[in-house]
């Protein structure tokens, strides 16, 4: 039997293991407090400055038109006959005279159908909206397919890109709604502005922008007009041509009562802020951008998707990747937000965001790095105890022997 020496208490030791111990804990805190910060930080710095850019490009419009293709394809509540089903949405789309939206279910008949419908249309992947509309036809009843071509004008047939319509202003109109705000000041004085603004009161406002602002005002009348959109566009425009600045100006206008609109034009010139006008015009072009992608009735209908103006640009590059397609699915899906994670945004790496993310990054490494230290210590901390177990029974059995 053997006899060892009991170890000598070391109060130095464990008062460096003590230390160890809470020097760990501590870095641990810490790294546990600034990872969820630092993450928190650039997840406002994005959203605050705007970060992502939706820019269009042939490759990512591709990934955009599929997506939507299959958002349309949720309209389809039930599956035992899909086809029937995207037949009678765009018969349903031709019998409101909505030949845009007809065509959006018609060339999304890859994604509303599923690729072994798809598969006997013998399409390349990268078709042209002419030729899917081509080959999606001949999977249309004999009836409803004589009234898509007797309704729509087909693409393969188009010669030329259609002239824009940006509609006219009446000067009359524009003489009314002043005199309205006057009479009225609770009056709404969204109509006002745009018409101040299309007129070419504050500048040329250029066609796009004229688009944008006929589709506006339509979408303003919808009972579905998001209630974000028309806080932020109400602040938009009083910012380009603020209403007490116009009366102020008309209040002191020399003009007689006969040229009503000389002075309401030149109280509209006076109140109008360049910067705001601006602002108001890119906006307006974004919105415009939809009009001439898909049509104005589904930049109207992609609108009611927007809860802010933060959507418009994410909207803007669905209207130019899918066309006609985000014409249908802005009239036909639910407002929950799908449409506008359609968009597919390229992120702008700034110093600010870097830092953001560098710290984050590095907080979770740490806590990675202190949990497996301490798994390593409690791992090699047990080995030694098996082992000294494993020589304590040794040391039995040698006594047993004796």
Known sequence: MRHENPSAWRPTRARGRRSHGVLSALAFNVCLFLAPLAAGGAYIIIARDNLYAYEYSQSGAQVIAARVEKLNGDVIQLDFDRQRQWEDLVAMELMSEDPDAARGFLISVRGMLGPRIASQLHLPANASDAAIEAAALQLLSPSIRARYEETVPLLSQRQAPKPLETGADDPENFTLLAQALLAQPETDSLQFTLTGLRLGLAGDLGPRASLGAAALLEASRRDDYPLGLEAEIGALMAAAAPIEDFRAALAQSSASESDAFASATAAFRVAASPEGVARARTVLEQIGLMSEASSAGGAVALLTHASGLRDLPKLALVAQAAGDRAAAAGKRLERDGRLIAAARGEL????????????????????????????????????????????????LMELGRH
Do not use: C, H, P, Q
């Open 348 to 395: 702008t790496m700034t110093r600010e965001l870097a830092g953001a993310i560098a710290t984050a990054l590095l907080s979770l490494l740490g806590l990675l790095a202190i949990v497996g230290f301490k798994g390593y210590r409690a791992g090699m901390a047990w080995w030694g105890r098996w082992r000294n177990r494993d020589e304590y029974t040794g040391d």
